[in-house]
């Protein structure tokens, strides 16, 4: 993506056009795996951890990320389908988190069924499944 494509992005989006949401995008557009919060303040140590958290937060309250939980309560975020808006985000898709390397990737073609639970109101289900990633496996089989 171009870095004029980045700021149409920002535009229509109804946010700020800075330096920092501009690398920030450009970190996540170029990746193939989900990135947590240490990885983008490793790759971006200009800017401080206020900045990035921020950052964070108004791309996900905009639909431009979304938030993967995970059991080490560590999130990572991993970028948003088109349909994503700021009224809501629509991630029924599993995510796959490596053992080895520790990559978390979105697989869309998967999707979570929807959960009923009478009596309960869900706002919110995810799916994480955990294994050894494509890359992994064939760094393991010498491939």
């Known amino acids: 993506m171009k870095y004029s494509e980045y700021k149409k992005l920002l535009k229509d989006h109804t946010?700020?056009?800075?330096?920092?949401?501009?690398?920030?995008?450009?970190?996540?557009?170029?990746?193939?795996h989900a990135l947590s919060f240490k990885n983008l303040e490793?790759?971006?140590?200009?800017?401080?951890?206020?900045?990035?958290?921020?950052?964070?937060?108004?791309?996900?309250?905009?639909?431009l990320l979304h938030r993967i939980p995970s059991d080490d309560g560590?999130?990572?975020?991993?970028?948003?389908?088109?349909?994503?808006t700021e009224g809501g985000h629509h991630h029924d898709h599993v995510h796959f988190k490596c053992n080895?390397?520790?990559?978390?990737e979105c697989l869309p073609a998967y999707h979570v069924p929807k959960v009923e639970l009478p009596g309960y109101e869900v706002n919110e289900q995810n799916l994480i499944v955990s294994g050894v990633c494509k890359i992994c496996r064939?760094?393991?089989?010498?491939?």
């Open 15 to 32: 946010l700020r056009i800075t330096d920092c949401r501009i690398n920030v995008l450009e970190k996540f557009y170029n990746t193939t």
């Open 42 to 63: 490793d790759a971006l140590s200009d800017y401080d951890r206020v900045t990035l958290y921020r950052t964070l937060s108004s791309f996900i309250e905009k639909g």
């Open 74 to 84: 560590y999130a990572s975020y991993g970028l948003c389908r088109e349909d994503c």
């Open 100 to 104: 080895v390397c520790g990559h978390i």
């Open 138 to 143: 064939k760094s393991f089989n010498g491939e």
